[in-house]
């Protein structure tokens, strides 16, 4: 609203600027004829007095000629003055026509002011016009200026908080230094990189925490096992109904840490399994939309989604790509084919990448927690992607198939259909 505002504004202004330009350029209109001009036409048409049929005009003028009488003798054009009441309306030039020394008649020099004052009229409207479009031309692209260098900078800048509070730490910010923004995404951007080294760390922290705590339910089990069957033992072989309720507490005792130690085991060893999913009706349009947010490098060209109803995460589901591009960026670093089939129950959205894939003996592990292909060297990385993927597609009643293809590995993403 406010930018029509502005808009309606600024061309009322401009209006109001070519109205008050063509006030101040209005010329005089009471210009004077040239005298040396109608002092020939005079003297041209005194010397023809007598055969002014044959006369000729030498002037630029435009006169008629009529007797004492009224009677029109000779006009150069029609559209004139034709009597002396017209000519005085009119503001003609009026001359005596002396032959012998004896008035004969009068010269009535046509008035062209009006005529050069329309010619000037349109020049300067043309002129203001041209003015206005050029400065409605530099506000266009003032505009155009501003909205490439500020609020698209700024959507930007509030689609990546979006993502950075959905907890993805994964896609950078795209950084354009000719932005007014520039620096800033550049800090948003360490910003996130260093949320994410924090999070790695974080990770292999609770990890660290969980396995010493799965090792030591696992070291636990071993002796509660030995007092368990020592309990046992004594039971068979006390004499005292006392001494064999004693054992039998000692035994009941022993059951329960040990249930308490495998609970605790468990609970160790299951992580990542308390993220929040829930599928909802998605249309196929929002699918093309996740696909063109993750690739953020655009590096697979995106064929069109098949109109349909999808039953999943929106959140979720653009994690699951977002960790798909990512990892394809990060080991294979190569453009990307990507396929949309529709099949009876599901949309198979298939990302394979040209780089080589893994050995077959890698591929039923990279599903699994801190698992990575031997091809991933130094790169950063938790090994944990196709891990939450695969686990929030499960959640959504979908599933996550990773295949060699036939240039590099491949990403089969099956979502449920809603039927």
């Avoid at 009597?83 to 005085?88: C, G, H, K, P, T």
């Avoid at 203001?128 to 200026?145: E, K, N, R, S, T």
């Avoid at 299951?270 to 655009?298: R, W």
């Avoid at 939450?388 to 060699?404: F, V």
Wanted: glycine residues 6%; contains cysteine; negative net charge.
């Amino acid at each position: 609203m406010k930018n029509r505002l502005f808009f309606c504004g600024l061309l009322l202004s401009f209006l109001l600027e070519a109205a008050v330009l063509a006030l101040l350029l209005y010329p005089d209109t009471d210009r004077a004829q040239d005298a040396v001009a109608v002092n020939e036409a005079v003297h041209t048409v005194q010397n023809d007095w007598g055969a002014l049929d044959e006369h000729d005009n030498h002037t630029a003028l435009d006169y008629v000629v009529v007797g004492l009488d009224g009677a029109v003798l000779y006009r150069t054009r029609q559209g004139l003055s034709e009597s002396l009441n017209a000519a005085v309306s009119h503001k003609d030039t009026i001359a005596d026509l002396a032959v012998d020394g004896a008035v004969v008649g009068k010269l009535l020099v046509y008035n062209d002011d009006a005529q050069i004052f329309e010619a000037k009229k349109r020049t300067v409207l043309a002129a203001v016009i041209a003015a206005v479009l050029v400065q409605c031309g530099i506000c266009a692209a003032h505009v155009w200026y501003i909205n490439r260098t500020m609020v698209k900078p700024f959507h930007k800048l509030q689609a990546f908080a979006q993502r950075i509070a959905d907890g993805n730490l994964d896609i950078p910010l795209e950084m354009d230094r000719n932005n007014v923004f520039g620096a800033f995404t550049e800090s948003f951007d360490l910003m996130r990189s260093e949320l994410k080294k924090a999070r790695i760390a974080q990770a292999r922290a609770n990890e660290s925490k969980k396995e010493l705590v799965a090792k030591l339910s696992h070291d636990i089990k071993t002796p509660v096992a030995s007092i368990q069957a020592a309990a046992e033992v004594g039971a068979a072989l006390a004499q005292e109904e006392k001494s064999r309720n004693h054992f039998a507490q000692i035994i009941q005792k022993s059951c329960q840490i040990n249930t308490l130690v495998a609970n605790l085991f468990s609970a160790a060893l299951e992580d990542l399994q308390e993220l929040s999913v829930t599928p909802a009706e998605l249309s196929g349009k929002e699918l093309g939309k996740l696909l063109a947010n993750a690739d953020y490098l655009h590096r697979a060209k995106l064929p069109p989604v098949p109109e349909c109803v999808l039953f999943a995460d929106k959140l979720r589901l653009q994690q699951v790509f977002d960790n798909l591009f990512a990892n394809s960026y990060k080991y294979a670093d190569t453009a990307m084919k990507v396929t949309i089939l529709r099949r009876e129950q599901e949309l198979e959205v298939c990302i394979e990448d040209y780089g080589g894939g893994v050995s077959d003996a890698e591929l039923p592990l990279l599903k699994e927690k801190f698992m990575r292909g031997s091809n991933a060297g130094s790169i950063e990385g938790a090994g944990l992607g196709l891990y939450i993927a695969d686990g929030c597609m499960k959640k959504m009643q979908g599933r996550l198939e990773i295949t060699n293809g036939a240039d590099g590995l491949a990403a089969s993403v099956r979502i449920a259909l809603k039927i």
